[in-house]
């Protein structure tokens, strides 16, 4: 009996010591935060704008969904980021719930100050519900809050719409990837890689953006699209990445898996399009005199994915040169990127990190003024590209129409 | 945990108190003699059965001796008293010289397969209840007993409660004989032991334990007699009530007797080493000790290949656990642990639980109870009503509940799926325990969440290490873990692979197969024509 009631006691008191997941919350009393967007105001505060989703326009089930809008915005304001959010439930019936949340956008006003953008991130990486996972971008040209209140279509909801279309261009184009807020605070308290964040910008109309006839429409008056990327030094945007540029930075990162390039082709211009499927980039560092000199080697492997010449395609020679041409071309977008890097000298690349792991002892002297070292960093690109096939055709029909 | 098991032995204390007494003070009655005059027997008998009309009594005579034969009618199979009784009683000769009128009838007149002389009316009760025919002669104090059984038996017919697709088509009858015969069948061994017993003080049936001698366990084999003779009971009504009264643990949901009515299923139960006990009049034959392993294992998974039944079995114990768990984590996840969801599928949910007026968990407890309830009165209804209890069970809970928002739609597949796979565990004892346990597991659930669940099915597996069927650990091969019973644990070995007997139940003849087992075209020989020629 005794042993009983003994085993029953411990169980029980151990019930208020274990209690982590003591916060039952029915799905119906829950807000899902789906994105968020921090403003800068006039009166020095946070301006957040909370997506929240409304889960019966949603999802299209018997009772009868999608009549009106799948998200509701709710704005508040606070010095801090917890005080907006508690401000924010003088407003919204239910409880926020922030485990969901997919998309954080930040407007280049606040990224550009330092102390702002910095005190934003603690209260992402400390709440325990909020994931660090979450994709963090800045808003170009306009404000947070017009990203989050645009309303999508394809996508009901205009979070997945800008999760998919990162994770897709990135594998598809390769001038955006993938940020989180994880790789933001990495890169601003590491020393050798300077983060990069994703722009991403409102085109079209604005004032349509958030009206539902906005939904009705096959061309939709405004739209959301990734735009750039942003160069955070000492935790502040300094500056653009243009997207023309931006690809060669995703080459020396490593993220681009597939991509076009359109080449000349004997006088005739973009008469050859290349689509890499496979690639890969090494960099490696070596030591000139206590010098470190940078090496990039970027692999890649690709088929002709259009040829608008009269080419003779059977011909190992002619597939050697567009090789020769296409390496040229990759090569080029790299140093560019990289021009550009040490014109702002910050090394967005990495190339610190590399240096450190190679000879930590070398990294120790060039720690403390690594981005102007960086500038006058001697770097060598080197591109082997391989042309695998050229899709279902061998010639193409341009060499049929001169004869 | 103490204070159960004193009272328990405190309770068996008892019982052996009772059982001794009662020996002492049978209820039965009294072990009276037969007397000489056949008159004053028949008096006697039709005094102690009353005016039962039932009871047949035929007076005639042989030579010059005079008597009485006496039959249950229903139970002595008629055309048996008529021709091999009476008619050559009738037709019987007796010579002139004087001769022992009871041993002349004895060797001469009953035509039948099994012929017995009584002294006592105990005996005279027992034969003639059992179907036999009993007859008094003038001038004896003994009778004869000459075995005329015969009434009305349900055919051997297809198995209704375990059904199988490759396996045998017969199963057990409320018959006894017949039971030990369709065993006796399968196994022609003279080691085949059918030991007899009369359990239940006023109903008298018959059982037959069955075990092969140098397979099963001899302790065990002793235990089972042992737990049967210390039962005193009034009446056992099926294999029910001596399971109950058998069984090492009562304060469990989980079996740890196991019943079948599968001839095939016992047989094989036979050749591990365990004992069946057959009792009369219900097709359910018991075999013991039990695993809880052996829950899971259906006829069917020894008739396809193994790599077939491996993955069936696999199937089972999952849906063993969904049957457990399911409604639970439902509640769990979505009352505790919403990030755990998909984003996706959590609006989806979100969406449907809108404007349902109910927690998750009374959402649950309100469709799984409803559930019950239907699947209760489906199982008790005439068949013809049955039907259209299904239909207004699907109604009821697959649409009308959804539409008019009392519940979400999520919450029907949760019940619907749990249902189903409650229902694929092959033997009902198993799938009523886990339809137990999930009640209790949704409470914890919506107390505590994941770690309400967890803490059920941490006290669940603990209370089953510490379970014992005949001293045998419930859990075997498992808990003790054994590497050489794993060949019929979750993976069920080829048979050529599966040499052993499972330790502990079966001792001494532990081995099943021969060495080299494993079949495959022969081997090359050095001239292939000369193979070609024998």
């Given amino acids: ?403 | 945990m103490s204070i159960l098991s004193k009272m328990l032995k405190n309770k068996q204390k008892k019982r052996q108190d009772d059982n001794y007494r009662q020996k002492q003070d049978p209820q039965k009655p009294e072990d009276l003699p037969i007397l000489r005059d056949y008159q004053e027997n028949i008096s006697h008998l039709k005094e102690e059965v009353g005016n039962s009309s039932d009871v047949n009594v035929r007076e005639f005579r042989i030579g010059a001796h005079k008597g009485a034969l006496v039959y249950i009618d229903g139970l002595a199979n008629m055309i048996s008293v008529a021709d091999y009784i009476l008619e050559t009683l009738m037709e019987a000769e007796v010579p002139d010289e004087p001769v022992d009128i009871f041993q002349f009838m004895l060797e001469k007149t009953m035509a039948l397969g099994s012929v017995k002389t009584i002294t006592n009316w105990n005996q005279v009760f027992d034969t003639l209840f059992s179907g036999d025919t009993v007859i008094f002669l003038q001038g004896f104090n003994k009778a004869i007993s000459g075995e005329t059984k015969g009434w009305e038996k349900r055919a051997i017919s297809e198995p209704s409660t375990q059904l199988s697709i490759r396996g045998p088509k017969d199963s057990f009858t409320e018959t006894l004989r017949t039971n030990t015969a369709l065993i006796r069948r399968r196994i022609k061994s003279p080691n085949l032991r059918v030991d007899a017993m009369k359990i239940g003080t006023i109903s008298q049936t018959d059982i037959a334990i069955m075990y092969i001698k140098g397979i099963a366990n001899e302790k065990i084999v002793g235990e089972v007699k042992e737990r049967l003779e210390r039962i005193n009971i009034d009446a056992i009504q099926g294999s029910g009530y001596i399971e109950q009264l058998i069984e090492d643990q009562s304060w469990t949901t989980f079996p740890t007797t196991y019943h079948s009515e599968r001839p095939d299923v016992v047989t094989s139960h036979l050749l591990e080493g365990r004992i069946a006990i057959v009792v009369d009049g219900t097709p359910f034959t018991v075999t013991v000790p039990a695993l809880f392993i052996q829950f899971f294992q259906a006829p069917d998974d020894y008739y396809s290949r193994f790599d077939i039944s491996t993955g069936i079995r696999m199937l089972r114990i999952l849906s063993f656990l969904i049957a457990v768990i399911g409604p639970s984590v439902y509640i769990a996840a979505t009352t505790f642990h919403q990030e755990m969801i998909p984003t996706t599928m959590a609006i989806a949910i979100a969406s449907q639980r809108e404007n349902v007026p109910f927690p998750a968990f009374v959402e649950a407890l309100i469709m799984e109870v409803t559930f019950e309830i239907l699947r209760e009165a489906g199982l008790r209804l005439p068949r013809a009503v049955g039907q259209a209890v299904s239909i207004v069970g699907a109604l009821v809970i697959g649409q009308a509940a959804v539409q008019a928002g009392f519940v979400s739609p999520v919450m029907v597949i949760v019940v619907s799926i749990t249902a189903i796979a409650n229902f694929s565990t092959p033997v009902f004892a198993m799938a009523i325990a886990a339809r137990l346990i999930r009640f209790v597991l949704m409470g914890l659930a919506t107390m505590l969440g994941f770690y309400g669940i967890m803490l059920g099915l941490m006290f669940m597996t603990i209370h089953l290490c510490s379970l014992r069927s005949f001293g045998i650990p419930y859990m075997m091969p498992l808990a003790p873990f054994n590497i050489r019973n794993q060949q019929d644990a979750f993976v069920r070995f080829p048979i050529w692979a599966m040499k052993n007997r499972p330790m502990f139940i079966s001792k001494g003849n532990m081995k099943r197969s021969g060495d080299h087992q494993k079949p495959g075209p022969p081997k090359q020989t050095e001239n292939p024509s000369q193979n070609g020629e024998e």
Avoid at chain 1, 153 to 162: H, N, R, W
């Fill in chain 1, 1 to 403: 009996m005794k042993k009983l009631v003994k085993v029953i006691l411990v169980i029980g008191l151990s019930v208020p010591i274990l209690t982590a997941c003591w916060n039952q919350k029915e799905l119906t009393d829950l807000a899902f935060v789906m994105a968020l967007g921090i403003d800068r105001g006039e009166d020095d505060l946070y301006h957040v704008s909370f997506q929240l989703v409304n889960p019966g326009n949603v999802s299209a089930g018997q009772s009868g969904g999608g009549q009106g809008l799948p998200i509701a915005v709710y704005k508040s304001t606070g010095r801090t980021m917890t005080e907006a959010a508690r401000n924010a439930t003088k407003e919204v019936s239910r409880r926020l719930y922030y485990a969901h949340t997919n998309v954080v956008v930040v407007s280049e006003e606040v990224a550009r100050d330092r102390t702002q953008l910095l005190n934003l991130l603690d209260a992402f990486a400390r709440d325990p519900e909020f994931r660090t996972t979450t994709e963090i971008l800045i808003a170009r040209d306009s404000s947070a809050e017009e990203i989050v209140t645009t309303l999508t279509i394809l996508d009901k909801l205009p979070v997945t719409k800008i999760t998919k279309e990162i994770k897709t261009t990135e594998a598809m184009k390769g001038e955006n990837f993938s940020i989180s807020i994880d790789d933001l605070i990495d890169g601003i308290v590491g020393s050798g890689k300077e983060p990069i964040l994703n722009g991403y910008r409102l085109i079209g109309k604005q004032e349509e953006a958030r009206k539902a006839s906005n939904l009705t429409r096959t061309t939709t008056e405004a739209f959301l699209g990734a735009d750039g990327l942003a160069v955070i030094k000492d935790g502040a945007l300094i500056d653009w990445i243009e997207s023309k540029k931006a690809r060669g930075v995703l080459w020396v990162l490593d993220k681009v898996k597939s991509t076009d390039i359109t080449l000349k082709w004997k006088g005739k211009k973009n008469a050859l399009s290349i689509v890499p499927i496979r690639s890969k980039t090494k960099v490696s560092t070596i030591f000139n005199q206590g010098k470190p000199v940078i090496n990039i080697k970027v692999e890649n492997e690709g088929w002709i994915s259009e040829a608008n010449t009269a080419i003779n395609l059977m011909d190992p020679k002619t597939i050697e040169k567009i090789e020769k041409l296409t390496e040229k071309a990759v090569k080029k977008e790299v140093q560019t990127s990289i021009k550009e890097a040490k014109r702002l000298k910050c090394d967005i690349f990495g190339f610190g990190d590399v240096v450190h792991k190679a000879n930590p002892g070398i990294w120790k002297n060039l720690e403390k003024d690594w981005n102007n070292y960086f500038a006058d960093l001697e770097v060598n690109v080197k591109v082997e590209s391989y042309v695998r096939r050229e899709g279902v055709r061998t010639n193409p029909f341009w060499s049929d129409i001169n004869k």
